[in-house]
């Protein structure tokens, strides 16, 4: 049977990109999707957004909601200190096989744990399943409809401290039009817009950065 779109980006980064080097990883994804097939990565230019904020912030706990086939996380991995606990969540458990084999082959599977499951369902589980008490930075790429509740979802569960960041890709592009309301209203957070455009398109989008008040 036709294989799928992940499986064909894997077959790209076995093919191109040099084992145990993140950047080549990064690279060979990027013109996979720029001269074979758009895919959902949150590519080059936001993803040099997201390696500012990785780095301004360096985190010790860090979750991604929507590891897709692991391109943010690889992004993100690369940068982080020793020691640093990362946990990404993705929902459909064929792309929880391809991520691993490309994080894997940027030589970073020890840096990161990838989670099959809902953000609804693995929040509420974070503190005691994986011994996180608060997170320092969230970066959220899953389904744009449940950037809103999974914010509120963070709050109730106390994963949240007085300085935790959170970063979500397509605020404009699908859109996030009620989680940017609440940001952005919210005396308890100071968000920023960062404009940039869709992945490998001229389309627009953005990203916006909330600081957590306390
Ligand atoms: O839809 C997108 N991402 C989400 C995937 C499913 O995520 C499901 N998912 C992953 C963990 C997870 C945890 N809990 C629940 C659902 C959970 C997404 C879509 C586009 C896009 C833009 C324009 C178009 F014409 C078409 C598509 C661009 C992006 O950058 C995206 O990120
Ligand atoms: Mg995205």
């Known amino acids: 049977t036709r294989s799928t779109r992940p499986q064909r980006m894997l077959k790209a980064v076995q093919k ?70 990362f946990i990404t969540l993705e929902f459909n458990p064929a792309n929880v ?3 691993r084999q490309i994080i894997a082959h940027a030589g970073l ?5 990838v989670v099959e499951g809902s953000s609804g369902d693995l929040i509420p589980q974070m503190k005691e399943r994986f011994g996180i008490t608060t997170f320092d930075f969230i970066f959220l790429d899953h389904w744009k409809d449940r950037y809103l509740p999974d914010i509120k979802l963070f709050e109730e569960c106390g994963l949240l401290r007085k300085g935790s960041v959170l970063l979500a890709d397509n605020v404009i592009c699908p859109g996030a ?35 957590f008040l306390g």
């Not at 599977?109 to 744990?113: E, H, I, L, Y």
């Not at 992945?199 to 627009?204: D, F, G, Q, W």
């Open 16 to 85: 191109n990109a040099t084992k145990g080097n993140p950047e080549s990883v990064i690279s060979a994804i990027d013109y996979f999707c720029k001269h074979s097939e758009w895919a959902m990565n949150v590519g080059d230019e936001k993803g040099s957004i997201l390696d500012s904020v990785v780095t301004e912030v360096n985190p010790s706990t860090v979750l991604e909601l929507g590891t897709y086939c692991g391109y943010s996380t690889v992004r993100i991995a690369r940068l982080l200190s020793p020691g640093t606990k």
């Open 97 to 99: 096989t391809v991520a």
């Open 109 to 113: 599977q020890d840096k990161v744990t």
């Open 177 to 211: 039009p009620e989680y940017l309301e609440y940001v952005r209203n919210s005396p308890r957070y100071e968000s920023r817009y960062y404009p940039a455009h869709l992945e490998y398109t001229t389309l627009e989008d953005g990203m916006e950065k909330s600081v």
